[in-house]
Nanobody, 114 residues
Framework: VQLQASGGGLVQAGGSLRLSCAAAGTMFSFSVMAWYRQAPGKQRELVARRTLTGGINYAGAVKGRFSISRDDAKNTAYLQMNSLTPEDTAVYYC?????????WGQGTLVTVSS
């Protein structure tokens, strides 16, 4: 299973970006699709997660600004990020979990300028 994350880039504060993470090499659905981020000098942290049954969790810092969704027919998760601030600058990673594995994407860089 390979995860391909995309959609990162440079955006001004207050702007928006939409990240995508497509899974290839599997026909089964993932129980959890999540996004993590790692800022320079900091530990990787959970941003948002969505379960197959619809459960959603957000980190407090992004609640109300970010929205996670998933298209199980395409095995793809999305992260809509609005009202971005420089504190959101990080490498964003997608993480998918199933009964047989735990998979990570390669990361996509999001840079928010002030």
């Amino acid at each position: 299973v390979q995860l391909q994350a995309s959609g990162g880039g440079l955006v001004q504060a207050g702007g928006s970006l939409r990240l995508s993470c497509a899974a290839a090499g599997t026909m089964f659905s993932f129980s959890v699709m999540a996004w993590y981020r790692q800022a320079p000098g900091k530990q990787r942290e959970l941003v948002a997660r969505r379960t197959l049954t619809g459960g959603i969790n957000y980190a407090g810092a992004v609640k109300g600004r970010f929205s996670i969704s998933r298209d199980d027919a395409k095995n793809t998760a999305y992260l809509q990020m609005n009202s971005l601030t420089p504190e959101d600058t990080a490498v964003y990673y997608c993480n998918y979990r199933s009964g047989v594995g735990d998979y990570w994407g390669q990361g996509t860089l999001v840079t928010v300028s002030s």
